[in-house]
């Protein structure tokens, strides 16, 4: 009898036989495209707390949906229908915490790997840099270069969070020779940054109102220009919405109940 887990149509050859115009032949299994893609996911190293948000999860027709956020999935469903787009182009999403940001970045990866098998890899910026520095650490036998060559080798790279590191001279310097290298490899990067360009910024006092430019630098910045499209996220923290019970709102489906 076969285990439960050998699939019934190839025996896990990854072929099944099949007849075409009266010849018998074969042809590759279904389960072979799913193995593919589940390995594909599990490389994309995509946060436990984000594993579940894609497309179809993300809403836009609450009562506090702005146009902002509407486009903004428009924006990343186009960009995984044209991808790849010559010359490669990203997109760098801007906005408040809990606007969603994080999640259309998952949402990009999961249709790009589900519908074109394309490898991605997912990566917070804060993280990487944490793990860069460790590896300085002669405990950690995991070389600098072994952490950071799958980052520059991504097909496609999301890189969470820009920006939210302390703007450390080391720091800036390996933001820098990331984005740099992707840049130079002509590769598609998607970031996030809760940090607007100057002019949308308000408060003047350091730390707070500081600008995308205050963080990372105007050289990098620059370089964000050429490799990506910036989506202005404005809208309302998600977290906030459905963690006040006064609201009473429920996220069912798009026809989503609100009672104010
Ligand atoms: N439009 C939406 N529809 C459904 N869920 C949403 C939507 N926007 C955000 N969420 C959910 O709200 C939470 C916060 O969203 P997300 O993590 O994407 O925010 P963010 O913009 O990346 O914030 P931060 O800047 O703090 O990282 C997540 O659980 C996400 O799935
Ligand atoms: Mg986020
Ligand atoms: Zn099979």
Request: glycine share 6%.
């Given at each position: 009898?076969?285990?439960?887990?050998?699939?019934?149509?190839?025996?896990?050859?990854?072929?099944?036989?099949?007849?075409?115009?009266?010849?018998?032949?074969?042809?590759?299994?279904?389960?072979?495209?799913?193995?593919?893609?589940?390995?594909?996911?599990?490389?994309?190293?995509?946060?436990?707390?984000?594993?579940?948000?894609?497309?179809?999860?993300?809403?836009?027709?609450?009562?506090?949906?702005?146009?902002?956020?509407?486009?903004?999935?428009l924006i990343a469903e186009k960009f995984v229908d044209?991808?790849?787009?010559?010359?490669?182009?990203?997109?760098?999403?801007?906005?408040?915490?809990?606007?969603?940001?994080?999640?259309?970045?998952?949402?990009?990866?999961?249709?790009?790997?589900?519908?074109?098998?394309?490898?991605?890899?997912?990566?917070?910026?804060?993280?990487?840099?944490?793990?860069?520095?460790?590896?300085?650490?002669?405990?950690?036998?995991?070389?600098?270069?072994?952490?950071?060559?799958?980052?520059?080798?991504?097909?496609?790279?999301?890189?969470d969070e820009l920006g939210a590191q302390k703007p450390?001279?080391?720091?800036?310097?390996?933001?820098?020779?990331?984005?740099?290298?992707?840049?130079?490899?002509?590769?598609?990067?998607?970031?996030?940054?809760?940090?607007?360009?100057?002019?949308?910024?308000?408060?003047?006092?350091?730390?707070?109102?500081?600008?995308?430019?205050?963080?990372?630098?105007?050289?990098?910045?620059?370089?964000?220009?050429?490799?990506?499209?910036?989506?202005?996220?404005?809208?309302?923290?998600?977290?906030?919405?459905?963690?006040?019970?006064?609201?009473?709102?429920?996220?069912?489906?798009?026809?989503t109940r609100y009672h104010a």
């Amino acid at each position: 009898m076969l285990a439960p887990e050998t699939c019934p149509q190839c025996g896990d050859t990854g072929w099944r036989p099949a007849d075409r115009e009266g010849v018998s032949g074969v042809t590759p299994c279904e389960c072979a495209k799913r193995l593919r893609m589940d390995r594909l996911l599990e490389a994309a190293r995509i946060p436990e707390r984000h594993r579940m948000c894609d497309f179809e999860s993300f809403h836009v027709n609450l009562p506090f949906s702005t146009k902002h956020i509407r486009d903004a999935k428009l924006i990343a469903e186009k960009f995984v229908d044209e991808y790849p787009t010559s010359p490669p182009m990203g997109l760098l999403f801007v906005g408040k915490p809990g606007v969603g940001k994080t999640h259309l970045a998952v949402s990009i990866i999961k249709s790009l790997i589900r519908d074109k098998a394309v490898p991605c890899l997912f990566r917070a910026f804060p993280e990487l840099l944490k793990e860069i520095q460790m590896s300085f650490n002669r405990v950690s036998n995991t070389s600098e270069m072994a952490l950071l060559s799958p980052v520059l080798d991504a097909e496609v790279l999301v890189l969470d969070e820009l920006g939210a590191q302390k703007p450390t001279a080391w720091a800036l310097d390996t933001v820098g020779n990331v984005i740099g290298s992707r840049y130079n490899a002509n590769k598609t990067t998607i970031l996030t940054t809760n940090y607007p360009d100057r002019a949308e910024t308000t408060a003047p006092v350091k730390g707070v109102g500081d600008s995308l430019i205050d963080r990372i630098g105007d050289r990098i910045r620059s370089r964000l220009y050429e490799m990506c499209k910036t989506v202005p996220m404005k809208g309302d923290d998600f977290r906030w919405r459905i963690s006040n019970k006064d609201d009473a709102f429920s996220v069912q489906d798009e026809n989503t109940r609100y009672h104010a």
